[in-house]
T-cell receptor, first 114, second 114 residues
Framework: KAGVTQTPRYLIKTRGQQVTLSCSPI?????VSWYQQTPGQGLQFLFEYFSETQRNKGNFPGRFSGRQFSNSRSEMNVSTLELGDSALYLC?????????????FGPGTRLTVL | SQQGEEDPQALSIQEGENATMNCSYK?????LQWYRQNSGRGLVHLIL?????REKHSGRLRVTLDTSKKSSSLLITASRAADTASYFC??????????????FGQGTILTVHP
């Protein structure tokens, strides 16, 4: 099976712009979770989508949003970018059917905000 | 916010030695997972241990879980230079809307010298 893919791998944006990141889960997986990784805050959970519905959400401002399509692919959007949004954004896929579920991560999108 | 603390923050050993990393967490969990990350890339899943399990093995990896002490340890035996990476523990919380959400520790940076 192909692994989790994320596009693009690298992005450079300026403050105030918006950005959309994409994640394609492992075939058959219906859950996609998004995480932000920064040197200061570490790995933090953004939100999780299952069958096109947001099922869980972390403590991030409303500028961070996401959606999931019927084929389980997910997108994450950040509006009005701030310098502090520079981070590695990781998505993970799982079956989503049980709590004890291994999450498989993609390679990440490195976002730099200038 | 971080659920767990990892100890040590950095570990430097020689090839062939064993490496032990510890993780403590604060609230009741459903499962605990260990991941490896090389140089800011995606996370690679190593092992998952459920809250009703005490020990699991996978190749050169041994994970223990003590729910009474809210702690886990990862042992890598006969380490290799290729094991050089950051290692993270991540907890899946018990109950509530815990689907798809992992809470990560700050990680241990392991360096294995040839």
């Amino acid at each position: 099976k192909a692994g989790v893919t994320q596009t693009p791998r690298y992005l450079i944006k300026t403050r105030g712009q918006q950005v959309t990141l994409s994640c394609s889960p492992i075939s058959g997986h219906r859950s996609v979770s998004w995480y932000q990784q920064t040197p200061g805050q570490g790995l933090q959970f953004l939100f999780e989508y299952f069958s096109e519905t947001q099922r869980n959400k972390g403590n991030f401002p409303g500028r961070f949003s996401g959606r999931q399509f019927s084929n389980s692919r997910s997108e994450m959007n950040v509006s009005t970018l701030e310098l502090g949004d520079s981070a590695l954004y990781l998505c993970a896929s799982s079956s989503g059917l049980v709590r004890t579920d291994t999450q498989y991560f993609g390679p990440g999108t490195r976002l730099t905000v200038l | 916010s971080q659920q767990g603390e990892e100890d040590p923050q950095a570990l430097s050993i020689q090839e062939g030695e064993n490496a032990t990393m510890n993780c403590s967490y604060k609230t009741s969990i459903n499962n605990l997972q260990w991941y490896r990350q090389n140089s800011g890339r995606g996370l690679v899943h190593l092992i998952l241990i459920r809250s009703n399990e005490r020990e699991k093995h996978s190749g050169r990896l041994r994970v223990t879980l003590d729910t009474s002490k809210k702690s886990s340890s990862l042992l890598i035996t006969a380490s290799r230079a290729a094991d050089t990476a950051s290692y993270f523990c991540a907890t899946g919380l018990a109950g509530g809307t815990s689907y798809g959400k992992l809470t990560f520790g700050q990680g241990t940076i392991l360096t294995v010298h040839p």
